[in-house]
């Protein structure tokens, strides 16, 4: 079992910046692709981002690219969301993913993670 918490969610206003961490527990941390999913109220959970075993391959959704910057650091097991230029529509609850990938394929599905984290709540004021 992996187990992750997701910390750094806030109030911000347009514009302004957070850093989403994620910290895992549990071993071979470093053997999962890890994602960021988003999920806005009434809305289905969404692909924001993920990042390959090793951290060399980064995917993003269209909507966030040049604007979040995904990126990991496997001594510490941790996985991080930086988010510049927020916009309103960026306002979701933020989530953690984790995904054994044979071929370290980034998925986008949320079907393709195992593990998730509780979430924390971003939201971006007008």
């Known amino acids: 079992q992996v187990q992750l918490v997701e910390s750094g969610g806030g109030l911000v206003q347009a514009g302004g910046s957070l850093r989403l961490s994620c910290a895992a527990s549990g071993r071979t941390f470093s053997s999962y692709v890890m994602g960021w999913f988003r999920q806005a109220p009434g809305k289905e959970r969404d692909f924001v981002a993920a990042?390959?075993?090793?951290?060399?391959?980064?995917r993003y959704v269209d909507s966030v690219k040049g604007r979040f910057t995904i990126s990991r650091d496997n001594a510490k097991s941790t996985v991080y969301l930086q988010m510049d230029s927020l916009k309103p529509e960026d306002t979701a609850v933020y989530y953690c993913?984790?995904?054994?990938?044979?071929?370290?394929?980034?998925?986008?599905?949320?079907?393709?993670?195992?593990?998730w984290g509780q979430g924390t709540q971003v939201t971006v004021s007008s």
């Open positions: 993913a984790a995904q054994y990938s044979d071929y370290d394929t980034l998925a986008r599905a949320v079907a393709a993670y195992s593990y």
């Open positions: 990042i390959s075993r090793s951290g060399g391959r980064t």
